[in-house]
C-alpha cells in the first residue's frame, strides 16, 4: 500500500498543489503554517472520509471557493473526494462511491500526532470514535453492524421519550440489537488483545524501558448476557427515556504494570505509550487485512531526544511507506535514505 502522487485543488491553503512521493521515507518539511499538516490531513480524508481536525468539511475549502478536490494514486488505485457546500462526493477509479463505508480503509494510514495525548482526558465516547475508526477501517461487518445499532438506538431513544411506550416496539428494537451488538463486542475484544499483545514491546523498544502497558477494555458485557442484560435495562431504561445499556456506553483506559496510567506516568511516559499504541495499530492491521498501512508522523519528532527518534525510526515496519512533517532537516537524527520535500513559502499559491 503505497502513494505515488496527490494533487489538491482548493484545498485549505492550497489552490494548486501537486506533491510525489518515494515508496519509503519522505521528510516534508517548512516553517509553521506552511501546510505540512494539510498534506497529511488529505491523506487522512482519504483514509478515513474524516477530517482529523475539524467536524465541518467546509473548512477544507479554500477561503471564497465553492468546492475542494483532493486525488491520490496509489500503487494500485486512483481516489478522489470532492467536498462542496455540505456535500462529500467519494470515487475509486473515477467511479462514485456512494456509501462511505464501501471507501472506509481502501487505502489505510496511521497518523502519529502532537495531540494524540488527548485521549487520556476525552470524554469516552471521543475514546469510541478512535476505536470505532479503526476497527472499521479494516472490517465490513463492523461498520455494517455499528451504523444499523447507531440506527436502532436513535430509534430506540425516540421511542423511550414518548409519553405512551409501544413495549411490543421496544422489545422487537432490542431483538433486532442482540446480533448486532454480539459483533461490535466480539471485534473490540480482538482489537484490544490484539493491540495488547504488541504494546509493551513496542513502548519498551522505545523508551528502553521495561514496564507492562496494557488496554483494559470496560465494555457494557460479555456476549453471550446481550439477551438478558437489554431485558433487565428495560426498567431503567423507561425511567430515564434513553437507553442506559449497550456499547455507545463503553470505554477503555491505559495501564502501567496494573495502576492506571494517567494518574502515574509523565508526559514523555503518556506520549510514549501512544506511539507504542500506534505502532501496535499497525500490527493489527497487518494481522486484519495483511497489509501494512502507510505511516504519517505529523510533528512527532522534534518533541522526542534524538536517542528516542532514532530508536522511533528504527522500529518502523521495514516495507511501510513513511511520510515524516517537521520543521527543519537539521533537527531529525535520521540515518536512512529519504526523500525531503522542502514547501517554500510560494508553495500554497
Same mark, same amino acid.
Given at each position: 500500500?503505497?502513494?505515488?502522487?496527490?494533487?489538491?485543488?482548493?484545498?485549505?491553503?492550497?489552490? $494548486?498543489?501537486? +506533491?510525489?512521493?518515494?515508496?519509503?521515507?519522505? !521528510?516534508?518539511?517548512?516553517?509553521?503554517?506552511?501546510?505540512?499538516?494539510?498534506?497529511?490531513? *488529505?491523506?487522512?480524508?482519504?483514509?478515513?472520509?474524516?477530517?482529523?481536525?475539524?467536524?465541518?468539511? #467546509?473548512?477544507?475549502?479554500?477561503?471564497?471557493?465553492?468546492?475542494?478536490?483532493?486525488?491520490?494514486?496509489?500503487?494500485?488505485?486512483? =481516489? &478522489?473526494? +470532492?467536498?462542496?457546500?455540505?456535500?462529500? *462526493?467519494?470515487?475509486?477509479?473515477? +467511479?462514485?462511491? &456512494? &456509501?462511505?463505508?464501501?471507501?472506509?480503509?481502501?487505502?489505510?494510514?496511521?497518523?502519529?500526532?502532537?495531540?494524540?495525548?488527548?485521549?487520556? +482526558?476525552?470524554?469516552?465516547?471521543?475514546?469510541?470514535?478512535?476505536?470505532?475508526?479503526?476497527?472499521?477501517?479494516?472490517?465490513?461487518? =463492523?461498520?455494517?453492524?455499528?451504523?444499523?445499532?447507531?440506527?436502532?438506538?436513535?430509534? &430506540?431513544?425516540?421511542?423511550?421519550?414518548?409519553?405512551?411506550?409501544?413495549?411490543?416496539?421496544?422489545?422487537?428494537?432490542?431483538? #433486532?440489537?442482540?446480533?448486532?451488538?454480539?459483533?461490535?463486542?466480539?471485534?473490540?475484544?480482538?482489537?484490544?488483545?490484539?493491540?495488547?499483545?504488541?504494546?509493551?514491546?513496542? =513502548?519498551?523498544?522505545?523508551? /528502553?524501558?521495561? *514496564?507492562?502497558?496494557?488496554?483494559?477494555?470496560?465494555?457494557?458485557?460479555?456476549?453471550?448476557?446481550?439477551?438478558?442484560?437489554? $431485558?433487565?435495562?428495560?426498567?431503567?431504561?423507561?425511567?430515564?427515556?434513553?437507553?442506559?445499556?449497550?456499547?455507545?456506553?463503553?470505554?477503555?483506559?491505559?495501564?502501567?504494570?496494573?495502576?492506571?496510567?494517567?494518574?502515574?506516568? *509523565? #508526559?514523555?511516559?503518556?506520549?510514549?505509550?501512544?506511539?507504542?499504541?500506534?505502532? /501496535?495499530?499497525?500490527?493489527?492491521?497487518?494481522?486484519?487485512?495483511?497489509?501494512?498501512?502507510?505511516?504519517?508522523?505529523?510533528?512527532?519528532?522534534?518533541?522526542?531526544?534524538?536517542?528516542? #527518534?532514532?530508536?522511533? !525510526?528504527?522500529?518502523?515496519?521495514?516495507?511501510?511507506?513513511?511520510?515524516?512533517?517537521?520543521?527543519?532537516?537539521?533537527?531529525?537524527?535520521?540515518?536512512?535514505?529519504?526523500?525531503?520535500?522542502?514547501?517554500?513559502?510560494? /508553495?500554497?499559491?
Amino acid at each position: 500500500m503505497l502513494i505515488k502522487e496527490l494533487k489538491l485543488y482548493n484545498y485549505r491553503n492550497y489552490t $494548486r498543489k501537486t +506533491v510525489s512521493f518515494d515508496p519509503e521515507l519522505n !521528510i516534508i518539511i517548512g516553517p509553521n503554517g506552511i501546510g505540512k499538516t494539510n498534506i497529511l490531513e *488529505s491523506i487522512i480524508i482519504v483514509s478515513n472520509t474524516k477530517s482529523f481536525r475539524t467536524n465541518n468539511d #467546509q473548512n477544507l475549502v479554500k477561503k471564497d471557493c465553492e468546492f475542494s478536490k483532493i486525488e491520490l494514486s496509489s500503487d494500485t488505485d486512483r =481516489y &478522489k473526494v +470532492v467536498l462542496g457546500n455540505k456535500s462529500k *462526493s467519494l470515487y475509486i477509479n473515477d +467511479v462514485l462511491i &456512494k &456509501k462511505s463505508s464501501e471507501f472506509i480503509g481502501k487505502l489505510n494510514a496511521i497518523l502519529f500526532k502532537p495531540n494524540d495525548l488527548e485521549i487520556f +482526558v476525552q470524554a469516552p465516547n471521543e475514546r469510541r470514535k478512535v476505536l470505532d475508526i479503526e476497527i472499521s477501517k479494516v472490517s465490513q461487518s =463492523y461498520i455494517r453492524s455499528l451504523l444499523q445499532y447507531n440506527y436502532l438506538l436513535k430509534e &430506540k431513544n425516540r421511542l423511550l421519550k414518548e409519553t405512551e411506550v409501544n413495549e411490543t416496539l421496544l422489545e422487537t428494537i432490542n431483538e #433486532q440489537m442482540v446480533p448486532l451488538i454480539r459483533t461490535i463486542l466480539e471485534e473490540r475484544d480482538s482489537f484490544f488483545e490484539t493491540i495488547n499483545r504488541h504494546l509493551s514491546s513496542f =513502548y519498551n523498544k522505545i523508551s /528502553a524501558a521495561d *514496564s507492562e502497558i496494557r488496554i483494559v477494555y470496560r465494555k457494557c458485557c460479555e456476549a453471550s448476557d446481550i439477551a438478558d442484560r437489554l $431485558r433487565d435495562a428495560k426498567e431503567k431504561d423507561l425511567y430515564y427515556h434513553y437507553s442506559t445499556f449497550g456499547p455507545h456506553h463503553d470505554d477503555y483506559g491505559f495501564l502501567m504494570d496494573g495502576r492506571e496510567l494517567n494518574s502515574i506516568a *509523565s #508526559q514523555g511516559q503518556k506520549r510514549m505509550t501512544l506511539i507504542a499504541f500506534k505502532f /501496535a495499530l499497525i500490527e493489527y492491521i497487518k494481522d486484519k487485512i495483511h497489509k501494512i498501512p502507510i505511516v504519517l508522523l505529523d510533528d512527532i519528532l522534534s518533541e522526542l531526544d534524538r536517542e528516542n #527518534q532514532e530508536r522511533l !525510526i528504527g522500529i518502523m515496519p521495514a516495507d511501510a511507506q513513511v511520510i515524516i512533517t517537521n520543521t527543519d532537516i537539521k533537527d531529525l537524527n535520521i540515518h536512512k535514505k529519504y526523500k525531503l520535500i522542502d514547501l517554500k513559502e510560494e /508553495a500554497h499559491v
